[in-house]
């Protein structure tokens, strides 16, 4: 099978390409796992090829079709769509988090739907697409409010992904994530960028601002309980999902306070005095808007794992990027 | 102010026109009650112009943008997007729903946005946001899962609204309608076409076949409180609604057994008898997804009317039409 990663320049997708590569297989429509031929990683800046004969880098912009048509073909039987413009941006430029979140998302699926071979597409949304009163914990028949356009991009393409997946054009996956830290290498424009950067800086010896009030609670994974998701959510068959294809992934619950006595505990007390707090209202008015916490017993029910505890992940972090 | 309806040719479009003529008036954006200079009728179809020299008749395509920006100007400072492709038809007609419900409504959000004078835009979704597995009472905090096209481009529309509202492009108002019954003419490619038909054809003698098993039970709304609330949800003030631009409309809950009760209570046994019951999958399949009532505390707080019982719906059905 051919697989395609688009953002697969990303942190995130950088890093499901390699654990696609190390594993060389997928479980296809028909339950049977099958060896990844060929793996395009497709992304605005060429990716990285891991020196693997697998590996197409291919450099191109998921809102122009045309690309997107010369890329697909009936051998590409699992697409994870995982470009996105980050909530921050999407706010700034109100047209491009619509061309790339929403229009390049419905692109990606007309084109598979006029293929008409059925791929397995994952999709990844994104505790954004929450807003307004919400309960202590988010349940899965919680109404979306989004307060962003971030949020609300994201929620109208995992309504598309469900609705394309029902009318079977393509086997949709919408995968909900939780807020991932730590993101290593520099800040982003996610409105949420702070929650990696309140670790990964101060542990380099860095400055690093938290723009919001540290009672703030945040939904936290791992990066690498993330990609796990991605290739379990792919991997599950359509029965299991087919009443809904939105499934909320697993995730920590913990407030910047406690992220910080987490970093202290695991780096120590100079660490932490890196760490300078200056709320900043555009960014708090979104990320307070986002759940703190979601019922992840569907997902967990589905097989889906989450990381145990804040301080597992600021370890394995350092782990894997330091040692 | 200049008043335009899409739509404008419609059941509802004709009713609502006719409401906006006697009454003359609307409340603008500051709180004042501005008499309406023009009132533009867009449609695929010449509507009637009812012979008032404020009524401008417009045959066009809705999703034809360069249309829609000929229409529109600072002037037009309320709109009533009506205009839509109904259920049944959205279903058999995949790109055709999504060109009107979704592609259309945003055309028209963005000339707003463009033009810049932010309007008042009403906007009507339906029921059929609503799906899968359902309290019997949902609540405005209840996730939607449409298991419709129509039912899932009315939600994006929605957000779309919400958000277009939120970034100040627009002032927008989501009016969740019950199904409307009893509307008078012919059959509509609705799946919910039958809940008027099973009314209105018995009391004219005909033949009415009734596609679901009669334990259905539905939400609906006579035309006369859908119009009139879709008055009172454009005088409402900006403040009443910002927290969340959507609100789900009062209707009367109903099984398809005991519509057929009141119609027999209201015009005879010999009436009911011109109703045969033979189940259709697909229509079935569609209007079960959708809530048998919801939770209209908001709406009835904001000032909202529904209709007191079925038994008035029809008796007033009758009374404006066949006296």
Same mark, same amino acid.
């Given at each position: ?30 339950? !049977? ?17 891991? *020196? ?53 998302? *419905? ?123 991605? !290739? ?14 939105? !499934?909320?992934? %697993? ?33 708090? *008015?979104?990320?307070?808007?986002? %759940? ?20 597992? !992940? ?10």
């Amino acid at each position: 099978m051919k697989v395609l990663i688009t953002g697969g320049a990303g942190f995130l997708g950088q890093l499901l390409a390699d654990r696609l590569l190390k594993r060389g297989f997928l479980i296809n429509r028909l339950g !049977i796992s099958e060896p990844i031929s060929e793996l395009i990683l497709l992304d605005l800046v060429p990716a990285n090829d891991f *020196r693997d004969s697998r590996v197409r880098v291919c450099t191109g912009n998921i809102a122009d079709s045309v690309s997107i048509k010369q890329l697909l073909s009936k051998e590409v039987t699992s697409i994870f769509h995982l470009a996105a413009i980050v909530s921050g941006q999407a706010e700034q430029d109100f047209d491009l988090g619509m061309a790339i979140n929403l229009d390049a998302s *419905r692109y990606l699926l007309d084109s598979c739907r006029t293929l008409g071979h059925i791929p397995k597409v994952i999709f990844t949304s994104s505790v954004a697409v929450y807003g307004g009163n919400l309960p202590e914990v988010v349940l899965d028949s919680t109404a979306l409010n989004p307060k962003s356009s971030y949020g609300s991009q994201k929620a109208m393409a995992e309504l598309l992904l469900n609705d394309y997946s029902r009318k079977g054009y393509v086997d949709g996956r919408v995968l909900r994530l939780p807020t991932i830290t730590v993101r290593p290498g520099k800040a982003n424009q996610a409105a949420s960028s702070f929650v990696s950067g309140i670790i990964r800086e101060p542990i380099k010896g860095m400055q690093s601002i938290c723009p919001v009030h540290t009672s703030l609670r945040v939904w936290v994974s791992s990066p690498d309980r993330a990609v796990e998701s991605f !290739i379990h959510g792919h991997d599950l068959s359509t029965s299991e999902i087919s009443d809904s294809r939105t !499934i909320n992934l %697993p995730g920590v619950s913990v407030t910047v306070a406690e992220m910080m006595s987490a970093l202290e505990k695991v780096s120590g007390s100079q660490v932490v005095k890196h760490i300078s707090v200056e709320p900043n209202e555009m960014i708090e *008015r979104i990320v307070q808007s986002w %759940p703190g916490a979601w019922d992840d017993t569907r997902a967990k029910n589905l097989g889906f794992k989450g990381d145990t505890s804040f301080n597992e !992940i600021i370890q394995n972090y350092i782990t894997a990027n330091l040692i």
